[in-house]
């Protein structure tokens, strides 16, 4: 009975032990994970990170390589920037999370005048790298790129190519293509999209005659006989098929590398797990065979060798986007997490307390009262006299401030901002039962003068 309470008493101690540790965070690399692990893909379903993010998921699953389950989420929009500063502010310090990046955001970053980068997150690995491909719908007439560069040659500003965002890596090859062959970067149509599916969709359809994408994007639609690849910009062929750009006449080539990166603040250990997980992927059998599937190569690079990589991408990406022209602040884009809006007008209904605050410390809040009652009765008796009778009830009031409000988000989509901003204002004003117009109209205008420059020129956001 003696060896049976000391072996309870010592059973007990190590549990406490063990409890105490968890307690205290993740005190040794075995304590980790803790909880389900998340893979972000700064995209939309069916874009480049999004199938590298899902390829990581399913070999890891059939390898084992993690106590825990594995998910995918998509953070998509401005080449990847998006996610990238959610990973940096909301999900500081989580080990739990790790995110997909590569070439296109440190090009986008860069392009968009991001306030964020991809050294602001702590590099994990380069695991692989894809190449580029030119493509055509199968209907198309040109069958080579030769055929192709001579018709855009000939019209460039009437001759739109589709791709990843603006200023990404698809933006700066197209770039560079139409630069090798006289036409500046300046003069050229390229339209953006956020997700492969959508340019999937503009190509197959034949909305543009020629897009630029990742070589795996698009394989499934080339062995499917729905697109045309004309060139890779690879070094080397990829496929028997595919010459180079190289081949094709063009000095160019252009990696595009994929990888994974850690939030900021990340304890060593969990960063040393992470390490490992990563190895382990690279060197599994059904890692090599995915690769082979989609023509990944193999480029793995890590830790601090990756940080200097990602810093000399980031220089030359900056020298060639100023030298096509596409740099500094892409249209439409922002690197903002998803809280910048609350906290702004949090920010500013905090503001509108402190200032009623302190308009009644000075006994103007009094005054203000007083006019605001004197105009309530001049038009409370302009109503009688015109047999307008009372006041509209509360709840109508309500109701048309609700409609006003979704005649403004309707409005926006088919007039814009800076038209349907100082309506709205305006509108409102009357809705309070102001009968100032001209002074109305004014402080509108400014306001709305005043949220333009503060969004497209201060925060490089594209307001509709």
């Known amino acids: 009975m003696g060896e049976e309470a000391v072996d309870r008493r ?3 101690f190590g549990a406490a032990a063990c409890m105490a540790g968890i307690g205290g965070g993740i005190a040794r690399a075995e304590d980790f994970p803790t909880r389900p692990l998340t893979i972000m893909a700064p995209t939309n379903p069916g874009g480049g990170w999004d199938i590298f993010a899902r390829a990581i998921q399913q070999a890891a699953r059939a390898e084992g390589l993690s106590p825990k389950p594995i998910e995918v989420i998509n953070r998509g929009g401005a080449g990847g920037t998006i996610g990238l500063a959610e990973l940096v502010s909301r999900r500081r310090g989580d080990p739990h999370i790790v995110m997909a990046t590569g070439s296109v955001m440190v090009s986008s970053s860069v392009a968009h005048n991001s306030p964020v980068r991809l050294a602001d997150a702590a590099p994990l690995a380069k695991i692989a790298s894809d190449y580029l491909v030119v ?18 040659r000939s019209t460039p500003g009437a001759f739109a190519w589709c791709g990843g965002s603006a200023g990404g890596i698809d933006h700066m090859l ?7 062959v006289g036409v500046s970067p300046r003069e050229i149509r390229y339209v953006a999209y956020a997700g492969a599916g959508e340019a999937t969709a503009a190509i197959v359809g034949g909305q543009v005659p020629a897009g630029v994408t990742g070589y795996s994007e698009w394989s499934s639609l080339r062995d499917d006989g729905r697109v045309r690849f004309l060139a890779v910009s690879s070094p080397r062929r990829i496929d028997a098929d595919t010459p180079t750009l190289i081949e094709s006449g063009l000095a160019l080539s252009m990696e595009n590398w994929r990888g994974l990166v850690l939030p900021p603040g990340v304890s060593a ?7 490992g997980f990563v190895r382990r992927l690279h060197e599994s059998p059904r890692w090599r065979e995915i690769a082979l599937r989609y023509a990944w190569h193999d480029t793995y690079l890590e830790g601090p060798e990756l940080a200097r990589f990602i810093a000399r991408e980031e220089a030359q990406a900056g020298k060639v986007l100023v030298r096509l022209g596409i740099s500094s602040g892409g249209s439409g884009y922002a690197a903002v997490g998803p809280w910048t809006f609350p906290a702004a007008i949090g920010v500013a209904g905090a503001a509108a307390v402190a200032g009623l605050a302190l308009e009644r410390r000075s006994g103007r809040a009094g005054m203000l009262a007083a006019a605001v009652a004197d105009e309530a009765r001049a038009v409370a008796e302009t109503a009688d006299a015109r047999g307008g009778g009372d006041e509209a009830p509360p709840w109508l009031r309500f109701a048309a401030a609700v409609a006003l409000t979704a005649a403004y988000l309707v409005a926006l989509n088919f007039v814009g901002f800076l038209a349907a901003t100082p309506f709205l204002i305006v509108a409102a004003c009357r809705l309070i039962g102001s009968r100032a117009l001209v002074r109305d109209l004014v402080a509108a205008l400014a306001m709305t003068g005043g949220a333009w420059v ?3 020129r201060l925060l490089h956001i594209a307001l509709p």
């Open 10 to 12: 010592q059973a007990a």
């Open 135 to 152: 493509a055509v719908p199968t209907a198309s007439p040109y069958r080579t790129l030769g055929e192709l560069l001579e018709a855009f």
């Open 454 to 456: 503060l969004f497209t």
């Open 174 to 180: 197209f770039g560079m293509i139409a630069e090798a």
């Open 269 to 275: 250990e969990a960063t040393r797990w992470w390490t």
